[in-house]
C-alpha cells in the first residue's frame, strides 16, 4: 500500500532537482563522487552523512555558490551554475554557520537581504513583520545580532532564507547546536513550509531529525550515496524492526551466537557491545531472559542504527 | 564577470552599517593627516616659508588630500572587508542570493573610494577653515571627483592584497612595503626635483606621485600637458587592478 502509492506520488509529482554523475573536487580531494539522484517538487529530502561526507558540498552547488568538478545538475529546468541568478532569486538558504551582519538590527538584516532580491520596499516591510511573527522574534526586532541567543539567530537565519518567498529551501544543519527546546520549534517551522508546498532540502548528521522531517533521504559517506529511499523503509529493509544491544565481551561471542543468533536477521559486534538486529524480538528477549544477561536493551530499530551499519560504527575522521 | 547594478545594493548595506561607527571614522581618518598638516605644514612651513611664490601649506595640503584618500580607501578594503569576509562571512550569505561575488567585490571596492572622499573630503574642509583655498569652486569639484577616482584605484590595489591575505598581519606588508614607502616618495611632502635620477625613475611607478600630481595641479589651477600621462597611468593602472582585485576575490570566494 504505502509503496503503491509513493510510485504513485513520483509518478504524478517531477523532479525539481535532478543530478546525475555529480562530482566536486577541491584540489586531489574527492568531496562529491559521481552521485545522482532526483529530489521531487514538494517533499523534504534529507542528505544524511557524518562530517565531510560531501553533504554540504552537495547543497552548496545546488543553490549556485560552488561550481560543478563533472556531471550535470538541472534546478527548476536550468542548469546549475554560480552564475544562475534565477536559481538563486527561487532558493532560501539556511546556512550551516551563522552568517548574520553583526553591524546591523534584526530588522536591518532582513531588510537589506530583501533589497538584494529586489522586493520593493513596501512589500519588504510587509514581509518582514510576517516572518519576524513566524519565526516569534518581534520583540527582538531592533536588538542588535549580539544581544541574540543562539536559538534566536538560527530562527533570524530562518526568517532570511524566507524573504524571497523561495520554492526551495536549502537547511544545511538548521539546528546544530541549540537546546531541545529550539530545536523543535525549528522543526515545527520547516514542516510548516513543507505543508505550504515548498521544497525542503535538509543536511544532517541527527537521525531523529531526519525522522522527524524527511520523505526521503539518502545516506553519505566520503562523497558517495550508499543507500537512498524513504526512512521507515530504510530500517525496516536494512534492520528490520528491533534492535536488542547486549553488553558482553568478545569471548562470549560463540555462546551468544550459538544461543541466540537463530532468532535475529543479523548481528554485529561493535566495541564491548553485540547488536543483534529482528523482525520481532520476543523469542530473542525470551532467551535473553533464560541466558540471565542483565545488561541488555531492547528498542525499536531506527535511522541511526542503518546509517551506523552503513558508515560503520567505529569513529570516522 | 558577472556584473549588475546589485552593485548599489552591496554598496546600501554598507552606508546602513556605517552610520553605528561614523563619528569614530570621521575621527580615525582625521588624525594623522591632521598631524601632517600640523608638523610638516605649520612646523616645518614656518622654515620653508613661500614655495613656489605661494605658503607652504599650499603645496602640502593637495598632497595631504590624496594621501588620506589612498589610505582610508586602502585600509577599508584591507582589514573592513577582511572582517567582513573571514570573520562575518558576510560574503558567503550575499552570494547565495541574487548578488553575484564580482557585484558584492565591485560594491566594497565604491565603498572603500566613498570612505576615501569622506575623508579627503573632511580634510578639504579643515584646509578651508585653515584658509587654505582651492583655486576655485570648480577645482573643488574637479577635486572631489578626482578623489573618488583614485579612491576606486587604492581600494582595488587593497582587494588583490585582501584576495591572498592569509590573516590580519598580512596587511602590515602592504602598508610597511607600499603605502608607507609612497607617502615619502612621491612628492606629498616636497618636490621630488632634487632626488637622484634612479629615485625619480622609482616615483613614477608609485601610483600615488600621479595622483599628488593631479591633486596640485587642480588645487592651484596650474595645468600642464604632463598631466595627460599622469592621468593615464592611473587610468590604466586602475582598470587593471579592479578587474585584478575582483577576479582574485572570485576566485577566494567560490570554491
Known amino acids: 500500500m504505502e509503496s503503491a502509492i509513493m510510485s504513485l506520488r513520483q509518478s504524478i509529482m517531477k523532479p525539481i532537482i535532478t543530478a546525475r554523475k555529480l562530482c566536486k573536487k577541491y584540489g586531489k580531494f574527492k568531496a562529491v563522487d559521481r552521485i545522482s539522484f532526483e529530489i521531487m517538487e514538494g517533499e523534504c529530502f534529507g542528505f544524511l552523512g557524518p562530517n565531510g561526507a560531501g553533504k554540504t558540498s552537495t547543497v552548496r552547488m545546488i543553490h549556485c555558490v560552488s561550481p560543478l568538478t563533472s556531471g550535470t545538475l538541472t534546478v527548476q529546468d536550468t542548469a546549475a551554475h554560480v552564475d544562475n541568478r534565477t536559481i538563486k532569486q527561487h532558493t532560501g538558504v539556511i546556512p550551516q554557520e551563522i552568517t548574520l551582519d553583526n553591524d546591523l538590527t534584526v530588522s536591518e538584516n532582513l531588510r537589506v537581504f530583501a533589497h538584494f532580491f529586489d522586493i520593493p520596499g513596501q512589500e519588504a516591510g510587509k514581509r518582514i513583520a510576517e516572518l519576524l511573527k513566524f519565526v516569534e522574534l518581534e520583540k527582538k526586532r531592533d536588538s542588535r545580532i549580539d544581544q541574540l541567543s543562539t536559538g534566536m539567530k538560527r530562527r533570524l537565519l530562518i526568517a532570511r532564507a524566507l524573504l524571497n518567498k523561495p520554492r526551495i529551501i536549502i537547511a544545511d544543519e538548521p539546528t546544530t547546536g541549540l537546546d531541545p527546546q529550539a530545536r523543535h520549534l525549528i522543526w515545527q517551522r520547516l514542516r510548516q513550509l513543507k505543508s505550504q508546498g515548498v521544497t525542503l532540502i535538509l543536511t544532517t548528521q541527527y537521525m531523529e531529525e531526519a525522522q522527524q522531517l524527511c520523505d526521503r533521504i539518502v545516506i553519505m559517506h566520503q562523497g558517495r550515496i550508499l543507500k537512498g529511499g524513504v526512512p521507515m523503509r530504510l530500517i525496516a529493509e536494512e534492520i528490520g524492526r528491533e534492535v536488542t544491544e547486549i553488553r558482553a565481551g568478545a569471548d562470549q561471542d560463540e555462546k551468544l551466537l550459538a544461543a541466540l543468533g537463530p532468532l535475529a536477521s543479523g548481528h554485529e559486534r561493535v566495541g564491548d557491545t553485540l547488536y543483534f538486529y529482528c523482525g520481532d524480538g520476543r523469542p530473542l528477549m525470551k532467551k535473553v531472559l533464560e541466558l540471565d544477561l542483565p545488561d541488555t536493551v531492547h528498542r525499536p530499530a531506527s535511522l541511526e542504527d542503518v546509517f551506523l551499519k552503513l558508515t560503520g560504527r567505529s569513529l570516522i575522521e | ?255
Open chain 2, 1 to 255: 564577470m558577472n556584473f549588475s547594478y546589485r552593485i548599489v545594493y552591496v554598496f546600501w548595506r554598507n552606508l546602513v552599517s556605517y552610520k553605528r561607527f561614523v563619528l569614530t571614522t570621521f575621527l580615525a581618518s582625521l588624525i594623522q593627516p591632521l598631524f601632517y598638516l600640523i608638523t610638516f605644514g605649520i612646523g616645518m612651513g614656518a622654515y620653508i616659508g613661500y614655495f613656489g611664490g605661494k605658503p607652504y601649506l599650499y603645496f602640502l595640503v593637495p598632497g595631504v588630500l590624496i594621501t588620506s584618500v589612498m589610505m582610508t580607501a586602502s585600509f577599508e578594503c584591507m582589514y573592513g572587508t577582511f572582517v567582513k569576509m573571514v570573520h562575518e562571512k558576510l560574503y558567503d550569505s550575499l552570494i547565495a542570493t541574487p548578488v553575484s561575488a564580482e557585484d558584492a567585490v565591485a560594491g566594497d571596492i565604491a565603498w572603500g573610494a566613498f570612505r576615501g572622499l569622506v575623508s579627503g573630503g573632511l580634510m578639504m574642509i579643515v584646509a578651508i577653515f585653515m584658509g587654505i583655498l582651492p583655486v576655485s569652486p570648480l577645482s573643488v569639484v574637479l577635486l572631489i571627483l578626482l578623489m573618488v577616482f583614485v579612491g576606486i584605484l587604492f581600494s582595488s590595489l587593497a582587494m588583490i592584497v585582501t584576495s591572498f591575505a592569509p590573516n590580519f598581519d598580512f596587511f602590515n606588508y602592504y602598508s610597511e612595503l607600499v603605502i608607507t614607502p609612497m607617502l615619502f616618495f612621491s612628492g606629498v611632502f616636497f618636490p621630488l626635483d632634487k632626488f637622484p635620477g634612479w629615485m625619480k625613475t622609482l616615483s613614477l611607478f608609485m601610483p600615488l606621485t600621479h595622483a599628488v600630481a593631479i591633486s596640485r595641479a587642480i588645487f592651484l589651477g596650474e595645468y600642464t600637458r604632463g598631466l595627460i600621462f599622469n592621468f593615464l597611468v592611473i587610468f590604466v593602472l586602475e582598470a587593471a587592478a579592479f578587474l585584478i582585485g575582483v577576479k582574485l576575490m572570485k576566485k577566494r570566494l567560490i570554491k
